[in-house]
């Protein structure tokens, strides 16, 4: 059996203000409010630090976050949990083991550093993604600088074993952008977040449990889940959603605003005064913030829908060629959807060529024509890209 599939594609300018600008947006919008609520969440978190120590918080919100997760895609989306191909499940399980170290690591930092300054160190870790994944260096470096002044180190008065964890927290946190994006793109909805958060809660107990066994009552319980729910359960999914809008450099970009939102939340929930330095830091990382969200929008391929569906077909991209990868372009394929993950037929989209590489533009593969044909008993299955939309006809970005 053979399956011939044609795939069209049309090339569209950034500067339409189409779809591209659009992502960027929604996907802007997701990030800033996913930074919000882990501010807010962090900020309600110290009380509770206070009672049972900044490792049993970090457990109690992970074991917390992670039952109720996966009890809700378990009610309500069942089937695509059970579908999760296994580089799916390991990059998922990878995701779990990194955001436990992050929550863990940054908790302890808190604890010994001001919010706004653990939160600015943190931050090297997203800025560090994009230096080394985006074509634009400007906005990278002046967050860089926003971060800087932020933390000071030059008066000398941060405690080192803090900016210690805050590193380690850094470090996590560029492991983690890139596996969320990674498990984004591999599991559809949210059923990657219902293995990842478990196994979060798994880790945080090996490590917080001895700390914390004997000091839980019923009602530090019940605090325990409603921060949950405001961090890490809700700024999870919107960062999910963030990175299948934008490029790893952009995303890493605009995390500089929550050294800036970490300010305001310590000067207004939590009474941290920041001084000069500090209030100047906050207007360079907001200033790159701005800037890599007007120029931070994935380049899309899809989703490919309903020809590939009916005709069984399981759609792959394969790996991203470096011309795009050079030029700060991020393609995705979205998720693979419902009726190909059912037939496990493997179709391959080939290379990403050299329009959408130069000009920076959105391609769209979808929906993949319904011109899928059966025929003959040979077991080659391939997709037919017509090129002759070329892509010198598209706008340059």
């Known amino acids: 059996m053979s399956i011939n599939l044609t795939w069209t594609r049309t090339f569209r300018s950034p500067s339409t203000g189409g779809v591209t600008l659009s992502n960027t947006r929604t996907g802007t919008g997701f990030a800033v409010a996913s930074m919000s609520f882990v501010q807010l969440g962090l900020a309600a978190s110290v009380g509770l630090a206070i009672q049972i120590g900044a490792l049993g918080t970090a457990w109690l919100r992970l074991a917390w976050a992670g039952l109720l997760l996966l009890v809700l895609v378990l009610l309500f989306d069942r089937a695509r949990l059970f579908r999760v191909s296994r580089a799916g499940i390991t990059s998922s399980v990878a995701l779990g083991v990194v955001t436990a170290a992050l929550t863990l690591l940054f908790m302890l930092a808190v604890t010994r550093l001001p919010l706004g300054t653990a939160s600015a160190l943190e931050f090297l870790g997203p800025l560090g993604v994009a230096v080394f994944r985006g074509r634009r260096l400007l906005w990278p470096l002046l967050a860089g600088a926003g971060v800087l002044l932020l933390t000071s180190p030059w008066q000398g008065s941060v405690d080192p074993l803090g900016v210690v964890f805050a590193l380690g927290a850094a470090v996590c946190w560029a492991a983690y952008i890139l596996l969320t994006q990674h498990v984004g793109d591999e599991v559809s909805g949210v059923a990657g977040l219902a293995i990842s958060m478990p196994v979060a809660g798994a880790v945080a107990t090996l490590v917080a449990w001895p700390s914390v066994f004997g000091q839980l009552t019923p009602r530090i319980l019940v605090e325990g889940l409603l921060l949950a729910m405001l961090l890490p359960v809700v700024p999870f999914v919107l960062e999910l ?17 929550e050294p800036a939102l970490a300010v305001v939340v310590g000067l207004v929930l939590l009474h941290q005064v920041p001084g000069w330095a500090a209030v100047a830091g906050v207007a360079l990382v907001v200033t790159a913030g701005i800037g890599a969200e007007r120029a931070g929008a994935r380049v899309s391929l899809g989703p490919v829908k309903e020809g590939a569906e009916r005709a ?43 329009g959408a590489e130069r000009a920076g533009v959105r391609v769209s593969a979808g929906p993949v024509r319904e011109t899928a044909g059966y025929g003959g008993d040979s077991d080659d299955r391939s997709l037919r890209a017509d090129r002759r939309d070329a892509p010198e006809a598209a706008g340059r970005s």
């Open 241 to 257: 959603l963030a990175l299948r809008k934008l490029t790893t450099a952009a995303f890493g970009t605009l995390m500089s605003l």
């Open 312 to 354: 069984g077909a399981r759609v792959s991209l394969g790996p991203v060629k470096e011309g795009a990868e050079r030029a700060g372009v991020r393609v995705s394929l979205g998720p693979v959807k419902e009726g190909a993950e059912r037939a496990g037929v493997r179709v391959s989209l080939g290379p990403v060529k050299e």
